[in-house]
């Protein structure tokens, strides 16, 4: 499903924020990605998603060579990998149900494809009663749960979340990871970039974990470590 090889990224300042990293996650995984900040998370992140390009190695999602890929062949490559982000980029004049469909309407699916499959995603992530409500008018759990929604609607084979549980308080960030887990068992790979320890102990899933942009760590059923340089 994910395979790197060999992949580093050098930024023009200098910055080898990604070092001769490989890196395999197979179908249906579900992998925490730590570190702490400036470890090359981040970077990863926005190499899986094809935001940026390796300066060496290869990169492959859900079946595509993101080096290769074409502008034509683009739009199939964001069907099959979706992203939640850390602070939700929710349009706050548009309704709960109106996010959510703008992932819809931006690949031009029928109105009546709408129709149907949005209560499907407001059901799944609990938010059937918000369908009408503005964004700011919810918690900001509530606010990730219809991010969460907008990214699966299209029932992607990958699931990116960056930091989803960094604005969210314990109880809301253990329901957040509760979800995801729930879409993964549906049969959806996510991958959750994070430095929210809690969350990393209590599901004791795979963990990998980056440290000046090299991989020190891969472990099943991991842990978070603390203090780690």
């Known amino acids: 499903m994910i395979v790197l090889h060999?992949?580093?990224k050098v930024y023009a300042n200098g910055i080898h924020?990604?070092?001769n990293i490989s890196l395999e996650v197979g179908q249906e995984e579900f992998v925490f990605l730590v570190g702490v900040s400036g470890a090359g998370k981040s970077t990863l992140v926005r190499l899986l998603i094809?935001?940026?390009l390796p300066t060496a190695g290869e990169v492959i999602v859900a079946g595509h060579n993101v080096l290769q890929l074409s502008k034509r062949n683009l739009p199939l490559f964001r069907r099959k990998v979706s992203m939640v982000f850390q602070d939700f980029r929710l349009l706050p004049n548009k309704t709960v149900a109106e996010n959510v469909a703008m992932a819809l309407q931006v690949a031009n699916r029928s109105r009546q494809e709408i129709q149907e499959l949005v209560p499907e995603a407001l059901e799944l992530v609990g938010l059937t009663p918000y369908a009408e409500h503005l964004p700011l008018t919810l918690s900001g759990g509530e606010q990730q749960r219809v991010a969460i929604a907008r990214a699966v609607i299209r029932k992607p084979e990958v699931l990116i979340a960056d930091e989803p549980t960094g604005?969210?308080?314990p109880m809301s960030s253990a329901d957040i990871v509760d979800l995801l887990t729930?879409?993964?068992r549906l049969g959806t790979t996510v991958i959750m970039?994070?430095?929210d320890?809690?969350?990393?102990?209590?599901s004791r899933r795979r963990v990998v974990e980056l440290v000046r942009g090299e991989i020190v760590r891969d472990e099943a059923r991991g842990t978070y470590h603390y203090g780690r340089l």
């Open 6 to 8: 060999d992949v580093s």
């Open 17 to 19: 924020a990604l070092k």
């Open 50 to 52: 094809r935001e940026e």
């Open 167 to 169: 604005n969210l308080d």
């Open 182 to 184: 729930r879409i993964n």
């Open 193 to 195: 970039a994070t430095h």
């Open 197 to 202: 320890s809690d969350v990393v102990n209590r």
